[in-house]
Nanobody, 131 residues
């Protein structure tokens, strides 16, 4: 049974940092994509960061470039999201996603793997940034 468990969320002041973790189990970890998405109350889900396991290629939303870093630890079956210089607009529930079946960004020119094409999702971890 595939399972994704996020952790590391919390409340911080603007300018602070958090590191989110997504521990995966139940499937081969070293292939395909894993990604982070977020959703704020009353807003649609939006992309944050993704990593293509085979080559380690990373993708970021423009809103987080230069502040967030996605990384992976294959030995621990875990993907991380290091978030620095947090802003109040980063406040959201953050979700981990895995097992992508959509068009590959590097082959099609899309900027980010599509959320609708991820098969597995975690329960989410809340990030709240105060001004």
């Amino acid at each position: 049974q595939v399972r994704l468990v996020e952790s590391g969320g919390g409340s911080v002041q603007a300018g602070g940092s958090l590191r989110l973790s997504c521990a995966a189990s139940g499937f081969a970890f070293d292939f395909n994509f894993m990604a982070w998405f977020r959703q704020a109350p009353g807003k649609e889900r939006e992309e944050v960061a993704a990593i293509y396991h085979i080559r380690g290629t990373r993708y970021y939303a423009d809103s987080v470039k230069g502040r967030f870093t996605i990384s992976q630890d294959n030995a621990k079956n875990t993907v991380y999201l290091q978030m620095n210089m947090l802003k109040p607009e980063d406040t959201a529930m953050y979700y981990c996603a895995a097992d992508y079946s959509g068009p590959l960004p590097q082959m099609t020119g899309i900027s980010f793997p599509r959320g609708a094409d991820f098969t597995y999702w975690g329960q989410g971890t809340q990030v709240t940034v105060s001004s």
